[in-house]
């Protein structure tokens, strides 16, 4: 089904966190990919859904151990942990160090992902730049979302990035305080470049309950609220 794919220019505007929170209300069944070349962090953010710890070195590393000879989208959940909540989660490399030599595996897990029959697959590919070969992946997807915080310096660095990487949709981290005028704000600056600019709530106290047990509080928080929107306007359509 749907490869959505989730990234940054600069800084950390919190990609992990909304890659997260929209996994957790996507209206279909869902996989979180951790496709950040730098490396995964849920594996130290989440409980396993038993209750335990996730096994850090099972994910994006054992996959690239066995996909030298070929990727089928079937092998993917091979190597997938189920968290609290039972999201399924592909956790990522363990420090940025494992991609170098990785760097072939992008293309061929973007094409996997993208065609993993019975999910959508919400990937997290972190900061871009420094990685090119991440691209093959990128390319694969149906909706690139881009992050940005809507000041200045953030969204200045975005509207580069747009010229370089092509992107359907903005995701402004914006202040509950001036949501609407901070997402119109970067829709000025940016809205040529991409089909949509959208918001995620700013929101300390949720982006925290997100890295703990997944109480019923965190379902009444504004980021999740605001996840819920966001993931109706790009689940659209039967599947
Ligand atoms: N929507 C948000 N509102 C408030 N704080 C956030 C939000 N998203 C992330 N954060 C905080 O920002 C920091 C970086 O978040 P993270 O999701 O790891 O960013 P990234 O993946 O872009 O590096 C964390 O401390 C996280 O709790
Ligand atoms: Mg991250």
Not at 156 to 185: C, F, M, Q, W
Not at 199 to 209: I, R, S, V, W
Request: hydrophobic share 45%; glycine share 12%; charged share 20%.
């Amino acid at each position: 089904m749907a490869l959505i794919v989730l990234a940054a220019d600069k800084g950390a505007p919190g990609v992990t966190t909304a890659a997260t929170a929209l996994a957790a209300v996507w209206p279909r069944p869902v996989l979180l990919a951790e496709c950040d070349p730098a490396g995964g962090d849920l594996a130290y953010r989440l409980p396993a859904a038993s209750g335990g710890v996730l096994n850090p070195g099972r994910g994006l590393l054992t996959l690239g151990a066995t996909a030298r000879r070929g990727l089928e989208p079937a092998q993917i959940h091979q190597h997938t942990q189920k968290v609290v909540g039972g999201l399924d989660v592909l956790l990522g490399l363990m420090h940025g160090e494992q991609a170098a030599g990785l760097t072939w595996l992008w293309g061929p897990l973007g094409r996997s992902l993208a065609a993993i029959p019975n999910a959508d697959v919400i990937a997290d590919c972190g900061r871009l730049g420094a990685h090119p070969q991440l691209g093959d992946l990128i390319a694969e997807a149906e909706h690139v979302l881009l992050l940005t915080r809507a000041t200045l310096d953030h969204v200045a660095h975005l509207r580069e990035r747009l010229s370089i990487t092509k992107a359907h949709g903005v995701v402004v981290i914006a202040d509950p305080r001036n949501y609407r005028s901070s997402v119109d704000d970067v829709r000025r600056i940016v809205g040529q470049a991409v089909q949509y600019v959208h918001g995620l709530a700013y929101d300390p106290k949720g982006a925290e309950l997100l890295r703990g047990q997944w109480g019923g509080r965190l379902d009444r928080s504004l980021l999740i609220r605001t996840a819920r929107d966001l993931a109706s306007r790009l689940a659209v359509g039967p599947r």
